[in-house]
């Protein structure tokens, strides 16, 4: 792990600092979720769990006691069990989760009813994700509801709940060197796997054939899950933005639009390219893809410390709705098409989204009604597009079933911001010419 079990350990402290000592947080790990019968989809870990635990088990609650003199940091987890792990796989168990997570103490998660109440008793406030798991709800309120119930002979329950997640998130959004360094590796394998697609490609394969390509390459450089479902969209599928049936021909003359990433260790990449199927684009084609690219470019200028969430969108708008005009697709004044929206006809989306554990990250966008400023440590994606589908009002027809996103993910350093996924080629020369060499 390049995330060393110190790390999860400060994260821990920090989160208890922030809740005073006479309090409790209680967050328990993600379930195992059934795909058909008796097979289940493959475990991922709860992202909140992970970032303050590094442990890869279903069944498992991490409680926090901040200032608890026999230990603040339990965990309740699966006991050891060798029938089990015969068929399963290895469990950690009680004793190597101390001595390998950094816990002060752990006991068998079937125990939990048992052992809880008596650690929330007297704590005056209970932080957990109120609503995440409604399921998990009613057993905390259960947990309470056993110290209530012996009250008449002195018990004293947590009369205060706290959503655990605003400050946690808080936490999450600035990223640490070694979560940057993960994210780097995220990135590179991603783009590797992006430029291994562009040279796959040609007319006759399908978007599955090129999807299969993404996914041999992830799991190659040591991702063996996608950071999300793949978006490999040929022709006018690119004008569906969450296009994931991947089972369209690839034909001649046709524009692609790929958007994947790979996960490693638990931390997302997200790249989008767009490119012609046979290696080279047609006028229309490059005409929109230009401005597309002119966009990103100075949405990507604008991530920088100080300005705020909101200013690499507004670049990108300002460039989008330009070339709109420009292309003839739009009519008007620039100032009063972006003021009405109109571009929202062909580009309904924002121009991008924190990235980190979960390829939509967590973190405010605003703050107290104000767009958040940027902040070293902050990981971003910027991804302007144009879609314009065919039938497409009052649009010339070359302009119809053209689909184009380009993505990037983006840290904010202290003195600007620094490309991850720079090694997929987006000039349309590059493109060209890597696809001319296959």
Request: negative net charge; hydrophobic residues 40%; aromatic residues 8%.
């Amino acid at each position: 792990m390049i995330v060393k079990p110190t790390e999860f350990a400060r994260r821990r402290k920090k989160l208890m600092q922030h809740m005073g000592r006479n309090s409790i947080a209680i967050l328990p790990s993600a379930n195992e979720q059934v795909r058909s019968r008796d097979v289940n989809f493959p475990f991922r870990q709860d992202s909140d769990f992970f970032y303050l635990t590094g442990f890869d088990e279903p069944e498992a609650v991490l409680v926090l006691l901040p200032g608890r003199k026999q230990g603040q940091c339990i965990l309740f987890n699966r006991e050891k069990d060798p029938i089990a792990e015969i068929w399963h796989g290895h469990r950690l168990g009680q004793e190597a989760a101390t001595e390998t997570l950094g816990m002060d103490d752990a006991f068998p998660i079937g125990d939990i009813d048992d052992i809880l109440p008596g650690l929330m008793e007297g704590r005056e406030s209970i932080y957990f994700a109120l609503g995440n798991n409604p399921e998990f709800d009613r057993r905390v309120v259960g947990w309470r509801n056993t110290i209530r119930d012996q009250v008449s002979r002195g018990a004293s329950p947590p009369g205060e709940m706290i959503d655990l997640r605003h400050a946690l998130h808080d936490m999450r959004l600035i990223k640490s060197r070694a979560e940057i360094k993960a994210m780097k590796v995220a990135a590179q394998v991603s783009a590797e796997a992006h430029v291994a697609a562009m040279q796959r490609c040609a007319p006759g394969l399908t978007e599955l054939d090129i999807e299969a390509e993404l996914l041999y390459r992830f799991a190659r450089g040591d991702c063996r899950h996608p950071a999300y479902p793949a978006i490999v969209a040929a022709g006018a599928n690119a004008c569906i933005l969450h296009y994931i049936e991947n089972r369209g021909p690839l034909n001649d003359g046709d524009l692609l639009l790929i958007d994947a990433g790979a996960e490693y260790q638990g931390y997302a990449a997200d790249i989008s390219r767009t490119f012609p199927v046979n290696g080279r684009f047609t006028e229309p084609q490059k005409a929109l893809y230009e401005w597309v690219l002119k966009a990103q470019l100075a949405a990507i200028k604008a991530v920088k410390p100080g300005n705020h969430w909101e200013q690499p969108h507004e670049a990108a708008v300002r460039v989008l709705t330009e070339g709109l005009v420009e292309l003839g697709i739009l009519k008007g004044e620039v100032e009063q098409l972006i003021e009405s929206g109109a571009y929202r006809r062909f580009y309904m989306h924002k121009t991008g989204h924190w990235i980190g554990l979960d390829v939509h990250d967590v973190g405010d966008y605003r703050i107290h009604g104000e767009p958040r400023v940027l902040e070293p440590g902050m990981v971003l994606t910027i991804e302007p597009g144009y879609y314009i589908p065919a039938g497409s009002k009052g649009v010339a027809k070359k302009w119809w079933d053209i689909g184009i996103r380009i993505e990037d993910d983006i840290l904010v350093t202290p003195d600007g911001h620094e490309v991850l996924t720079g090694g997929v080629p987006k000039q349309v020369d590059d493109i060209e010419a890597m696809m001319a060499a296959r």
